[in-house]
């Protein structure tokens, strides 16, 4: 999956500003996902890209590049 497309989903689930969405940006601390936020960006990540996430991994997503980490890691 590419930048973009998580980008994407990124900004219409968290209603955040797309400029703010980078790599190195911080879920929680600089696009707002709280705990409730961060399952419903899973499922909508899950939904459009047809990857499962293991819960148990969720809290290791920090980064908008730890998301595409895992992306890239478990499609290839």
């Given at each position: 999956m590419?930048f973009?497309?998580?980008?994407?989903?990124?900004?219409?689930?968290?209603?955040?500003?797309?400029?703010?969405?980078t790599?190195?940006?911080?879920?929680?601390?600089?696009?707002?996902?709280?705990?409730?936020?961060?399952?419903?960006?899973?499922?909508?990540?899950?939904?459009?890209?047809?990857?499962?996430?293991?819960?148990?991994?969720l809290p290791?997503?920090?980064?908008?590049?730890d998301?595409?980490?895992?992306?890239n890691?478990?499609?290839?």
């Amino acid at each position: 999956m590419r930048f973009e497309q998580i980008r994407d989903v990124i900004v219409e689930t968290l209603n955040c500003d797309c400029k703010r969405v980078t790599p190195q940006a911080r879920l929680r601390e600089e696009l707002g996902a709280d705990s409730l936020a961060a399952v419903e960006l899973c499922m909508a990540l899950e939904e459009a890209c047809g990857v499962v996430i293991d819960d148990a991994l969720l809290p290791n997503l920090e980064t908008v590049q730890d998301i595409l980490d895992y992306w890239n890691q478990y499609t290839e």
